[in-house]
Structures are given as C-alpha cells and as structure tokens.
C-alpha cells in the first residue's frame, strides 16, 4: 500500500490534521497531566479549521482564474550562494563553538553540567541558525533538478550539526523546513511500510535526543513518576510502562500545549491586555527581549506544570486579545498562507522557498507560534534579496 503525500501539503488540510491529532491523543491523557476540556478554545480552534478551508477554497477559485508565471531561478548562481553561505556558516559554527568552549552532545557524554541552552551567542547563533535553514532549502531544490552527492552530503551535514546541539525545537522545525520544500518541489509517494517506519524512527530518535538534553525527564517505571522534577505525571495504562522514552517524550510534546492552554482557560486566567505585549515578543532580538519586557510575565498565560511549558501559537495571541480579534487574526495569517502555498505549488521557486518555513510554523502551531518570529522575516527577506539578485543576473 502507497501514500501520496500530495494531500498533507495543502495548509487547511495539515492544519485541520495537526489539530484533529493533537486534540484525540491529548484526550487520552495517558500520563495523567490533568487534561481539562474547554468549550471556548474548542470553538476557536473548530472554527479556524472551517475557516481555512474556506479561505483555500476561496484563494484557489481567484487564484487558478489568473494566468500561471513559473519564476525558477538562476541555477548557477543559486549553487554559488549556497556555498559561499556554507563557508559563512561553518565559520559561524567554528566561531560558536569556541565561545561557548564545546559542543552540547560532547558536555553530555563527558558529563558536564552544561546544557543546549549554553550552547548559544546573542545575534551569531541566530544568524547561524537562519543560514543553516537556508542552505538545508537550497540544496533540497538543487536536488530536485538534479541529483548530486555533493548536496546530499551537504544535507547531511546540516541534520548532523543540528542533532549534535541537543536542541530540540532547532532540529524538528529545520527538518520540517525541509518536508515543507520537498512537498512542493517533489512528487512524494511512499509505502505505508516505510512511513510508519520512517514515524517511529523520529519518535525513538526524538526521546533519545531529550534523554541527553534533559536526563532529569526520563521515566522511573518503577516508581510512575518523573524523576527529580516531577512527582504529579505518571503513567496511566499499564501498556505505556514498556514503550521506549522517545514515544512518551512525543506524547508529552504534542499534548501537554493545548492541556496548558485549557488548563489556563478553564482556571479563567485568560484575560487580554489588548496590547501586542506577548505577540510580538518573537520579533524582537533576544540581546533586547529581556530589557524591553518584564522578565517576571514569563509566560503568556497560567501552565500547569513549568517544566512542560509550551503553549501553542493561539496563547500569545489570546494573552494579547480577545477571542474575536484572535479569530481574525488567524484568518488573516491563513489568507497569506493560501496564497504563498497557490503560488508555490505552481511551480514558482520563491514561493516554494517562503512557503518552507511557513509550512514548517504551520505543523508546530500546536506547539508555539513561529509565524510571528524573527526566522519567518529573515528567511522572507532573503527570498525576496535572492529574487532581486537573480532578476540582474538575468538583464546581464
């Protein structure tokens, strides 16, 4: 049996699937988090899902009446920026790991008490970061006219490089980058076999990945609990006792989010301040982040537990504004999403490159909201620098 991937590269249908995912397996509450239910964020969410769909539909039937312009780059030229920015970012890389006196998996092994968050230099680790995704997209397209070892290997490289830093959220929307390229660039079919293969291995290499960077989180079967840190999560059916680290590690990623999210709803925590205070806090420079706001409101809304901190990409935004204006908000986010994904997948190359990283916030919204980071803008800024770049090599 084959799967055609062609039907999760649409956004409405990966964001209703992402949700729809996230909603059952948080349902179960298989850790005994506390999963509380709550018919607002429910709403929302149910409505959002309609709503994209709508709004797909819609920019396809505008979009699909006006005259298709593929607008493919310079080859050449994207081969040569590629690996000048390859040597910029090793160089990048050297010079960090100098600063910072190792690399995270090495302080693992040889047992320091450093950790991936140490792993890190204002502005140059950022930079580091855009122009790894860069280069990882780049040579994904190369790829797809014409196969070479050289970006293969290149390729691996950067997956290697990002594993070793023990950073989970670095690593999972890098690849997702990636998948969000090679669905518009490729036509992707492949055995269930493989696939759920391909799943399990992510879920297994995802749990050993955090057991290095948080060794504190993994399970005492024994005992039903956390170990160190936390003594209230435990393991609720009999058959999770016996399965790897990295399938509860997932479990935890994927749902304890939106448990956070009802969980503060439902305590009646959410109470907007109708200013952009935690919105926007992704688009500014760290080196600045922590002068401009209070370092005390450290979370957009109420968590249960601070050792699962994440919110989803709706906290922000409700902490920030009323249900209504979220709605809208979302909309909005979904309108230009529709679009850059029309204009990619008919074949325009700088809309396959924007739609990336967009696709990539798009699986992770569960999660946090990438969409209004520093990465998105960067990476947008440089489509549009590349664009200009190849439109004069062109006249020449």
Do not use: H
């Not at 960090?96 to 140490?118: M, Q, R």
């Not at 008919?346 to 999660?367: D, E, R, V």
């Amino acid at each position: 049996m084959t799967i055609d991937l062609k039907i999760i590269k649409r956004p409405d249908f990966a964001f209703i699937i992402v949700w729809i995912l996230v909603y059952i397996l948080a349902s179960l509450d298989i850790l005994n988090f506390g999963y509380i239910y709550s018919v607002k964020i429910a709403l929302l969410i149910i409505s959002n899902c309609i709503g994209f769909l709508l709004i797909y539909s819609l920019c396809k039937f505008i979009l699909n009446k006006k005259d298709k312009q593929i607008d493919e780059p310079n080859l050449i030229l994207l081969e040569k920026l590629t690996k000048n920015l390859l040597v910029i970012w090793l160089i990048l890389f050297v010079y960090i790991i100098y600063e910072c006196n190792g690399i995270p998996i090495f302080w693992k092994i040889y047992g320091e008490s450093k950790g991936y968050v140490d792993f890190y230099v204002p502005i140059f680790s950022g930079l580091m970061n855009l122009i790894r995704i860069i280069i990882f997209c780049n040579s994904i397209y190369l790829i797809s006219k014409k196969f070479s070892w050289k970006y293969a290997i290149i390729l691996t490289l950067i997956i290697i490089s990002s594993l070793i830093e023990l950073s989970r959220g670095n690593i999972i929307f890098l690849l997702l980058c990636g998948f969000g390229l090679a669905v518009t660039t490729f036509n992707i079919i492949i055995k269930l076999k493989y696939l759920l293969f391909t799943i399990l291995f992510g879920i297994l290499l995802f749990g050993y990945v955090e057991s290095l960077r948080s060794p504190s989180s993994n399970y005492s079967y024994n005992t039903c609990e956390l170990k160190d840190k936390i003594t209230d999560v435990c393991l609720k059916y009999k058959i999770t006792y016996y399965l790897p680290n990295g399938f509860i590690a997932t479990y935890l990623y994927i749902t304890t989010p939106i448990a956070n999210l009802n969980y503060a709803e439902t305590r009646g925590d959410i109470k907007p301040s109708n200013i952009p205070y935690y919105s926007i806090q992704g688009l500014i420079p760290s080196t600045y982040r922590d002068k401009i706001f209070d370092s005390k409101r450290k979370y957009p809304i109420l968590i249960k537990n601070e050792v699962f901190n994440a919110t989803t990409f709706y906290s922000p935004l409700l902490a920030d504004f009323d249900y209504l204006w979220v709605f809208i908000i979302v909309t909005i986010i979904q309108l230009i999403i529709s679009y850059i994904f029309i204009k990619a997948n008919s074949g325009n190359f700088y809309y396959q490159l924007i739609y990336a990283p967009i696709y990539a916030s798009l699986l992770l919204s569960f999660f946090y909201n990438y969409f209004l980071t520093q990465i998105i803008i960067y990476f947008i800024a440089y489509v549009f620098l590349l664009k200009i770049i190849n439109s004069f090599e062109n006249a020449e």
